[in-house]
């Protein structure tokens, strides 16, 4: 049953490349590109601005369609969004007008789930990222790193197996980012869902990732693939605990070299 269900939810991109029409004729943002994350993967992407990062993430969510080339989740191509891969984005894009737990509840209440059935759920992943306590306030009335984990919780109470994350962080302070890294890693570990996670950030990616790609530019492609087990066996992993792990320092200046590389 194990097998199955990770082969269910592969994900697979075979010669998906993504170009964009023009006067002087079509400009390709991604080159043909194969590509294969295994069930429970979390991978993280790091390349410099432009190399299409956003767009393999936006091809991966349905939002775009490959030039050429077939995206698979399992046996199905993907050919739009789907409540199976959820969207986390570099601002929350709550709705300003609903409370935090209605934001929650949005998702379940579109898909028609019963009343008392959606606000158990949408209560349940509050508690799961600290925001219980917050459900009745408005989105305003939230710190950044709350909006975020109200995001996080958003795209949570739709079960999805695969979860695509755009620069999550990004606009965080350095604390409140440390913070969420280390929420993040547990729901992982307990959930064991697919991440595929956007940053610009080496040392997140080397915390954060099981396996880390780094693309380069003209046009976007995979320049390097590797796995990485940093953080296996510890406990609670932060940056400062991975930083004394041997072999960290060499990935670390080993995937610098390949952006700057890329970036040439």
């Given at each position: 049953m194990t097998v199955r269900a990770d082969v269910?939810?592969?994900?697979?991109?075979?010669?998906v490349s993504k170009s964009y029409p023009g006067d002087d004729?079509?400009?390709?943002?991604?080159?043909?590109?194969?590509?294969?994350?295994e069930s429970g993967e979390?991978?993280?992407?790091?390349?410099?601005?432009?190399c299409g990062k956003s767009t393999l993430l936006n091809l991966l969510a349905g939002f775009l369609e490959p030039t050429e080339g077939t995206v698979r989740v399992g046996d199905r191509p993907v050919t739009g969004p789907d409540p199976d891969r959820g969207v986390v984005f570099q601002q929350p894009n709550l709705y300003p007008w609903l409370s935090v737990r209605q934001n929650v509840e949005f998702g379940p209440k579109v898909r028609g789930v019963p009343k008392a059935r959606r606000v158990a759920e949408a209560e349940r992943m509050l508690s799961l990222v600290g925001l219980d306590h917050l459900g009745g306030r408005r989105p305003y009335e939230l710190s950044g790193g709350q909006q975020q984990r109200a995001q996080i919780a958003r795209v949570l109470v739709n079960d999805p197996q695969i979860i695509l994350m755009d620069e999550p962080f990004g606009a965080l302070d350095a604390l409140t980012r440390?913070?969420?890294?280390?929420?993040?890693l547990t729901l992982w570990r307990d959930r064991r869902k697919t991440v595929f996670f956007v940053t610009h950030?080496?040392?997140?990616?080397?915390?954060?990732?099981t396996r880390v790609l780094v693309m380069g530019t003209r046009p976007g492609r995979v320049s390097y693939d590797e796995p990485t087990?940093?953080?296996?066996?510890?406990?609670?992993?932060t940056f400062a605990a991975m930083r004394d792990r041997a072999g960290f320092t060499t990935m670390r200046?080993?995937?610098?070299a390949q952006i700057y590389a890329a970036h040439e």
């Open positions: 269910r939810h592969r994900v697979t991109l075979a010669g004729g079509p400009t390709q943002v991604l080159a043909p590109t194969d590509l294969t994350i979390f991978v993280c992407v790091v390349g410099p601005s432009g440390e913070k969420l890294q280390g929420e993040l950030s080496i040392e997140e990616a080397l915390l954060l990732g087990s940093f953080k296996a066996d510890l406990v609670e992993p200046d080993e995937v610098s």
